[in-house]
Every structure is written in structure tokens, then in C-alpha cells.
């Protein structure tokens, strides 16, 4: 969702904002703007609906606009539609505060009617404008300094920001606050960065400041100060990111998609190196494992004693990381014997919590910082259940605040459409399930050791499936003309359902719904016609038949077939119209490998209709507004 960079130093600032803003593009956004300010000048702002090329275009490449302090924003609309006048940034009268905002000011309207009492006039629909105009008028109120300014319009405001401003009476420094939405302070050589996100600063600088929640902060060329809300400076430990910058960088692939679909053999691997030990001292390589192997979860924090004590595990998650939930519930209340519920985070929020004591909280999220996600671990907490978090961005905002974390191996994912994070995740809480498996006693440790094994074949499954991919890029092309496509399977092929019909959905724009078997004649049935492509997921040996008669149900009536099984189950080929087989591997595991030719089948459709892979429409790659 919207981006936000910022930069003081001694070079000019425009064109850093725009190649920051520009690593951001991927978290989606429909306008952009910036401000930049030369010495003790107003500051120069220019916003530009559409692309940030846009923008780039107006300032030619940001040379036209000089000066060395300056604020940059992409923005995704939520109050006010798409345009130049609700882009960012949003100023005051005189230009006497300037901002930029992420996340939503849920009282804006309030306030608003407040200031407009007050004798403020109002050119946008955003409820940014409202907050800049809070911010000044108390601090031309109280004639008090910015970060009282900003504390003040704090304990006003409600909902979530992230928010970097410059004042017309402190040239060269920028003033930031956050609640509840990313944002991070990069530390140069004489030169200070802000930023919503990690790759818009990492070719500028490695070393990072978080801003907690409800502080703010002082920058100046290459200097930091963070204060509280009761305006005390707190000290912040410096960080360094580790991330490597080509990991963020299209290596040679057309989209950043088919990128990270290719990086999901090591993404798993990384993962598993990260807490399973092999007996031998050395790390699998994907495919030869020698040695015996155990799981070690001391680095997220989870002692045997205390995984022996939960009653009942509520997984919680939203998009894709809900998906993984689906499937994780099968997988670990048939290893470790635990009731698993799982929820959207968007409903778990809303209802009334029957948490016990005794209960797990597992949140999982790629970015650390989805919004109904982020609440949903802060209720849990407040109930004083127990949290674990299944997190791929370090230093994230649901890592932080959760008792326990395992961290996933991904890597940045850049991709609106998530692919090697998904996987990342199901691995952890196979993971998760084969150790509360073995510590509670359902699992013997000749299952759970023959199960580890299987688990480091996955990444060269997935490879050889990669290297099939032109057979789906064929079908593809057949499937792109579609209005509908439905996905079928039962248990955890309905887990996968779920997954590859969002993928389809999301980036090809061709409706996609996922469906349990047993619930086609409960409504779904009724939509076939002559040529719906219908896609059956049979990966789950006691529930082959029971799928293969529901694809001969909708094949009588029309359907277009595809089957998607493993190896040695031929007999698909009788129904379907193509058949495609992936490695046979333990059946808890199948998601991993199934996942994969779905990914690749929304990929190619939204190729074949010349579709914007990676930044989809309307999407977001992080979700930091309810
Ligand atoms: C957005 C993304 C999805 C993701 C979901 C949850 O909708 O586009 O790919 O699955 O948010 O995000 P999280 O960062 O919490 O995993």
C-alpha cells in the first residue's frame, strides 16, 4: 500500500525519492507526489496521477526540482478517488507544514468539522489534509516546537500513520510519527533516510533505525533524534539490514513473479536450514540428505514443556497467509493431535474471543505488518493468550509483538501475488506439526524423522516441476479466453484450490472460485457450461475417487478438465482434457508441490492477456489499513 521516502543530505533529493518510490511501486498505488525544499525556501511540490513514471516525467527525472531535504510519497486511495489534488504531499496554509501519510485517520471527519470551526478551508477529500492541518494548527496554537506539534495531534488522532513532515520554520530536517504503519530511518554518511519500507533505502544505505509504535523522530543530515509521546528522547538500537540488494532486483526474469517462483526451492531449503539440524553437522543441499535430522525451534523461542501444554491452536491470517492456515490445519491436527481453527484476521478481530490461557495464537504474515493480522495478535495478547508468529520481514511490526517468531526464509518478495513467501510458510508449520507431533507423543521418531527427510526433497521436487513449465504455459493459452475458472479438490486439495484460485484471480482478472467437492451440487454445478475450464486437485490418495466423480459430473455437463495429480495416478488422463503430474512426496506435504503449477497457471494467463503481472490492480502488497 502507499510508500513513503524521505531524504536530507547533501545530494539532491528528488531523484533518490523517485528511485525509493520506485523500489515501493510493488506494494501498490495510484498517484504520486513529492516535496523537496532548497535551503530556507518553500518547498517545491508536484504530485502526478498513474504511474510514478508520471512523475519521474514532470520533473524530468526529478533534475528540474532542487534542493536536499525533501519527501516523496505513493499513495493508494482509501479517502478521496485517485487524482493529483488527493495526492500527496498535502500542505497547510503558507506551506507551513508539509506531509506525506501511510495507514487511515479514522476520526478524520471529526477533526476535520474541528478545524474547519477553527477557520481552515480544505481543497482534498483526504483525511491526510486533515492531519497536516491538525498539525499545524497546534503548533502555530501552542507556539511549541514540532514534536509537541506532533504529540498533540498524536493523543488526537485515532487509526494508524505513518507519518514524515517538514516545517516551513526548520529547513533541512524532517519530523516523523508512526502508529501501527511500517516505517523505517536509514542512517548515510552525513545523509538521513525515511522510508515505508526496506528496499526503497537499500542501495543507499544498510543501516536502520525501527521507530517504534506511538514515538516520533527528528532527522537531520545524518543525524537522529525519538522521542516518546511525552516528547522524552528514547534511545534505539542501530540495525543492520542484511538482505542482499539483488535479491530485490528482477535477475534476468521478465516480472518479479516468475522471479520468486523460481527462488521457492530456496526459499523452503532456507527455511528448513534455519531450525532443522542434521546430525551430521551439515546443512542439506535440497537433495542428497545424509545423516539424521532433528527440529530445533530454540530460535523461535518454543520449549517442549510449552508445546506439550496448548489445548487448542487458533491459526489467524489474511490473503495467501490464510491459505497456508487452511492447509496447516489439516496438517498439524493429523500430526500433533491439536484442534486447529483458523481465521480470517479481518473476523477474528470482531467477535467475541473464547481464547483460553492454555491457547496458541499463530499469526501468519509475510510483511509483519497486515493491519487485521497486527490486531489480531495484539487481542490474543491482551487476553493473555500466548502469540507465535510465522513472519518473513524481520523487525516487522506482528515480529516485534509477538512471544515467539519464526522467521521464514523468503527473502523480499516483490510480487503483489505472493509465491515463495506462501511456500516459506507451509514449510514452517509442516515444521510446527512434526515437532508438536514428537513432543506430544502422536508422532513416533521414526515417523517424524522419515518425515524431516521428505521435507528436504521438496526443493528439488519443486525444480524438476520448474523445469516442466512450458506444458502450463500451453494450457494457459487455452485458459485465457475464460470468463470462469473453478477449482476443485477436497481436504488439503481444497486447501490448494484456495490458493491457486486466488493466484488466478488476482493477476489474470479471470474469475476464479475454489470449491470443496462435496459442495459442487450445493450450487456451484449450476454454472457450468460448454467449455468451463475446471481445474480438479487430486493429491490425496483416499480422495481421488470421490474428486474424479465430481470432475466426471461437471465433464458431462461441458466442463473444460484439467487434473492435477501426482505421479502413477494415470488413470486421471480418462477424464481430463490435460493431466498434469507432479512429484509424489509425503501427502502432508503435497501443497508444496501443487501449489507450484497453479502459480505458474495465473502467471501465464495474465501473461497471455498482457496483464501488469506483478502489480496488479487495485492490490496491494501489504495491507496496512483495515
Ligand atoms: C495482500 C497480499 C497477499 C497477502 C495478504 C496478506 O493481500 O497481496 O499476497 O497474502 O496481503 O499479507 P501478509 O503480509 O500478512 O502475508
Known amino acids: 500500500m502507499c510508500g513513503i521516502v524521505g531524504y536530507i543530505g547533501k545530494k539532491q533529493a528528488a531523484p533518490i525519492l523517485l528511485d525509493g518510490l520506485s523500489k515501493l511501486e510493488y506494494r501498490g498505488y495510484d498517484s504520486a507526489g513529492l516535496a523537496v525544499r532548497d535551503g530556507e525556501?518553500?518547498?517545491?511540490?508536484?504530485?502526478?496521477?498513474?504511474?510514478?513514471?508520471?512523475?519521474?516525467?514532470?520533473?524530468?527525472?526529478?533534475?528540474?526540482?532542487?534542493?536536499?531535504?525533501?519527501?516523496?510519497?505513493?499513495?493508494?486511495?482509501?479517502?478521496?478517488?485517485?487524482?493529483?489534488?488527493?495526492?500527496?504531499?498535502?500542505?497547510?496554509?503558507?506551506m507551513n507544514v508539509v506531509g506525506v501519510h501511510n495507514g487511515i485517520i479514522e476520526n478524520y471527519q471529526e477533526l476535520k468539522a474541528k478545524m474547519i470551526r477553527k477557520g481552515y478551508s480544505f481543497y482534498s477529500d483526504t483525511d491526510t489534509e486533515v492531519a497536516i492541518k491538525t498539525v499545524d494548527y497546534y503548533y502555530r496554537?501552542?507556539?511549541?516546537?514540532?514534536?509537541?506539534?506532533?504529540?498533540?495531534?498524536?493523543?488526537?488522532?485515532?487509526?494508524?500513520?505513518?507519518?514524515?513532515?517538514?516545517?516551513?520554520?526548520?529547513?533541512?530536517?524532517?519530523?516523523?510519527?508512526?502508529?501501527?504503519?511500517p516505517m523505517i530511518i536509514g542512517l548515510g554518511e552525513d545523509e538521513t533516510y525515511v522510508a515505508s519500507d526496506v528496499p526503497a533505502i537499500l542501495k543507499y544505505t544498510r543501516k536502520v533505525y525501527y521507530i517504534?509504535?506511538?514515538?516520533?523522530?527528528?532527522?537531520?543530515?545524518?543525524?537522529?533524534?525519538?522521542?516518546?509521546?511525552?516528547?522524552?528522547?528514547?534511545e534505539k538500537p542501530l540495525t543492520e539490514i542484511t538482505w542482499d540488494a539483488e535479491a530485490a532486483e528482477k535477475g534476468g526474469y521478465e516480472h518479479f513473479m516468475m522471479k520468486e517462483i523460481h527462488e521457492q526451492p530456496k526459499a523452503i531449503l532456507d527455511t528448513i536450514n534455519s531450525v532443522v539440524r542434521f546430525a551430521d553437522g551439515t546443512a542439506s543441499d535440497g537433495r542428497t540428505v545424509a545423516g539424521k535430522a532433528s527440529i530445533d525451534l530454540s530460535s523461535v523461542g518454543l520449549t517442549d514443556e510449552e508445546i506439550r501444554k496448548f489445548r487448542q491452536i487458533h491459526i489467524v491470517a489474511c490473503g495467501s497467509a490464510y491459505h497456508v492456515g487452511i492447509a496447516a490445519q489439516y496438517v498439524i491436527e493429523d500430526l500433533a493431535g491439536v484442534p486447529v481453527r483458523v481465521e480470517l484476521g479481518s473476523e477474528f478481530r470482531y467477535r467475541t474471543l473464547l481464547l483460553d490461557p492454555d491457547d496458541l495464537v499463530v499469526i501468519i504474515s509475510q510483511s509483519g505488518e497486515t493491519a487485521d493480522s497486527l490486531a489480531a495478535l495484539r487481542e490474543s495478547k491482551?487476553?493473555?493468550?500466548?502469540?507465535?508468529?510465522?513472519?518473513?520481514?524481520?523487525?516487522?511490526s506482528i515480529a516485534?509483538?509477538?512471544?515467539?517468531?519464526?522467521?521464514?526464509?523468503?527473502?523480499?518478495?516483490?510480487?503483489?501475488?505472493?509465491?515463495?513467501?506462501?511456500?516459506?510458510?507451509?514449510?514452517?508449520?509442516?515444521?510446527?506439526?512434526?515437532?508438536?507431533?514428537?513432543?506430544?507423543?502422536?508422532?513416533?521418531?521414526?515417523?517424524?524423522?522419515?518425515?524431516?527427510?521428505?521435507?528436504?526433497?521438496?526443493?528439488?521436487?519443486?525444480?524438476?516441476?520448474?523445469?516442466?513449465?512450458?506444458?502450463l504455459q500451453w494450457f494457459a493459452s487455452k485458459l485465457s479466453p475464460a470468463h470462469d475458472i473453478f477449482f476443485l479438490g477436497r481436504g488439503l486439495d481444497y486447501a490448494i484450490c484456495m490458493e491457486g484460485s486466488l493466484k488466478m484471480k488476482e493477476i489474470s482478472y479471470v474469475h476464479s472460485e475454489a470449491y470443496a467437492g462435496g459442495e459442487l451440487k450445493h450450487g456451484t454445478i449450476s454454472l457450468i457450461e460448454e467449455g468451463t475450464p475446471v481445474i480438479g486437485v487430486l493429491t490425496q490418495k483416499d480422495l481421488i475417487e470421490k474428486t474424479i466423480s465430481n470432475m466426471v459430473e461437471v465433464g458431462s455437463r461441458g466442463a473444460y478438465l484439467m487434473g492435477l495429480t501426482t505421479n502413477g495416478n494415470f488413470s486421471i488422463e480418462d477424464q481430463a482434457d490435460f493431466t498434469y503430474y507432479i512429484p509424489r512426496t509425503d501427502e502432508h506435504f503435497t501443497p508444496s508441490l501443487a501449489v507450484v503449477p497453479l502459480q505458474l497457471l495465473g502467471y501465464y494467463v495474465a501473461c497471455a492477456r498482457g496483464l501488469d503481472v506483478d502489480k496488479p490492480r487495485n492490490l496491494a502488497k501489504s495491507v496496512t489499513v483495515e
Open 141 to 181: 496554537k501552542y507556539g511549541v516546537g514540532p514534536i509537541d506539534a506532533l504529540a498533540k495531534t498524536m493523543v488526537r488522532v485515532r487509526g494508524s500513520y505513518a507519518l514524515a513532515v517538514m516545517f516551513k520554520d526548520y529547513p533541512g530536517e524532517i519530523f516523523v510519527a508512526r502508529k501501527d504503519s
Open 41 to 94: 525556501k518553500d518547498p517545491v511540490v508536484v504530485k502526478a496521477k498513474g504511474r510514478l513514471k508520471d512523475l519521474s516525467d514532470k520533473t524530468a527525472e526529478g533534475t528540474t526540482v532542487f534542493g536536499c531535504c525533501g519527501i516523496g510519497h505513493t499513495r493508494w486511495a482509501t479517502h478521496g478517488e485517485p487524482s493529483e489534488n488527493n495526492a500527496h504531499p498535502h500542505v497547510s496554509d503558507g
Open 400 to 471: 516485534r509483538e509477538a512471544d515467539y517468531v519464526f522467521y521464514t526464509m523468503a527473502g523480499p518478495e516483490i510480487a503483489v501475488a505472493t509465491t515463495k513467501a506462501y511456500s516459506a510458510q507451509l514449510v514452517s508449520c509442516y515444521i510446527l506439526g512434526i515437532q508438536f507431533g514428537l513432543v506430544r507423543g502422536t508422532l513416533s521418531q521414526e515417523k517424524a524423522d522419515r518425515l524431516i527427510q521428505e521435507l528436504s526433497t521438496l526443493p528439488g521436487k519443486i525444480a524438476r516441476i520448474l523445469e516442466d513449465k512450458e506444458r
Open 382 to 396: 491482551e487476553k493473555g493468550v500466548r502469540t507465535l508468529a510465522i513472519v518473513n520481514v524481520v523487525g516487522s
Open 212 to 234: 517504534g509504535n506511538l514515538e516520533m523522530a527528528r532527522l537531520s543530515a545524518g543525524q537522529v533524534t525519538f522521542y516518546n509521546l511525552d516528547g522524552d528522547t528514547v
